[in-house]
């Protein structure tokens, strides 16, 4: 089991910049990647961006390209978003996940790909 808790959350202007973070505990060693979704108020959970903890592969949705950045610190166990150029609509919930075990075929855009999930925090863009 891992457990995930996020960090860096908070009120922003538009425009502004704002870097989440996702520390991982438990059995880390057995993250295969790890993902953000975001969920609006009245909207469904979307996926944001993930990247696998080996090889580092990213991915992004389109609204998040070139405009956010994942990493990961594997020694830390830390996932980081990086968020520039924000507007209202990036406005909610925002969570971290992970997919444990060894894979082939990750689909990381589905959250039914993740088994751990952290408890989400709150982004607010706003002037």
């Known amino acids: 089991q891992v457990q995930l808790i996020e960090s860096g959350g908070g009120l922003v202007q538009p425009g502004d910049s704002l870097t989440l973070a996702c520390g991982a505990s438990g059995r880390t060693l057995s993250i295969y990647g790890t993902g953000w979704f975001r969920q609006a108020p009245g909207k469904e959970r979307e996926f944001v961006s993930a990247?696998?903890?080996?090889?580092?592969?990213?991915y992004y949705e389109d609204f998040a390209k070139g405009r956010f950045t994942i990493s990961r610190d594997s020694a830390n166990n830390t996932m980081y978003l990086q968020m520039n150029g924000l507007n209202a609509e990036d406005t909610g919930v925002y969570y971290c996940a992970a997919k444990t075990g060894w894979t082939t075929s990750w689909h990381p855009l589905s959250a039914r790909e993740y088994d751990s999930w952290g408890q989400g925090i709150q982004v607010t863009v706003s002037s």
């Open positions: 990247i696998t903890w080996s090889g580092g592969t990213r």
